[in-house]
């Protein structure tokens, strides 16, 4: 996360090969615009799929020119893109960023404050998902999944925070069976390209 990116995906390349069970997730750090877009190729050419970034601890803006040649790059080589969802207006930014391109890009750790607005960004944005792990407010994953129905996906942000806490969360939701399958399995599935979903 902070400025040794190629050295952290090499651990996460080991770590996986070790592990089939793993999904490789790589980091690619805007600052170093300079070799971001071999590092893209070099993990690509490894297995990842999906590339995590982090604009509030890195300190770069979703709207920088670095970070949309990045997502284009991403887009093209049919990798994935997961963002803090972060505070008010930048959900909407994040997703007008990648509204013109290929690129599935899931938010992570929207919370009650942006509900409203990462709805908003769901139902007119097919590309953005989002998971639920903060929503921790009486029937907020139900109205999540009202808005997007294919587009919220388990997560837990693990091992930051408990990974109970949004299992028990769908486990007492007021959803079908089906819409709790969706959440835990095939929502994260249609993310990674790997099926379509229900």
């Not at 996360?1 to 790589?26: F, I, K, Q, S, W």
């Not at 615009?33 to 999906?50: K, L, M, N, S």
């Not at 391109?101 to 009650?112: F, N, V």
Request: net charge negative.
């Amino acid at each position: 996360m902070h400025y040794a990116g190629p050295e952290g995906n090499d651990e996460t390349y080991a770590v996986c090969a070790r592990h089939e069970v793993l999904e490789p997730v790589g980091v690619v750090d805007p600052r170093r615009y300079f070799d971001c877009f071999d590092e893209i190729d070099r993990r690509v050419d490894q297995g990842f799929r999906v590339f995590r970034f982090f604009p509030d601890i890195q300190g770069w803006s979703v709207e920088g020119a670095n970070f949309l040649r990045i997502c284009v790059k991403l887009a093209e080589v049919g990798a994935r893109a997961m963002l803090p969802a972060g505070g008010a207006g930048q959900p909407t930014q994040i997703a007008r960023a990648v509204s013109t391109m290929e690129l599935p890009t899931l938010l992570i750790g929207a919370g009650y404050g942006i509900m409203g607005e990462v709805m908003a960004v769901l139902e007119s944005h097919r590309n953005v998902y989002t998971d639920a792990h903060v929503m921790d407010t009486p029937f907020a994953l139900e109205t999540l999944m009202s808005a997007g129905p294919r587009q919220v996906v388990f997560g837990s942000n693990s091992p930051e925070r408990y990974f109970e806490s949004p299992l028990l969360m769908c486990q007492y939701a007021e959803m079908s069976a089906e819409a709790k399958q969706d959440y835990l399995r095939h929502n994260a599935l249609a993310f990674l390209g790997e099926e379509e979903g229900r």
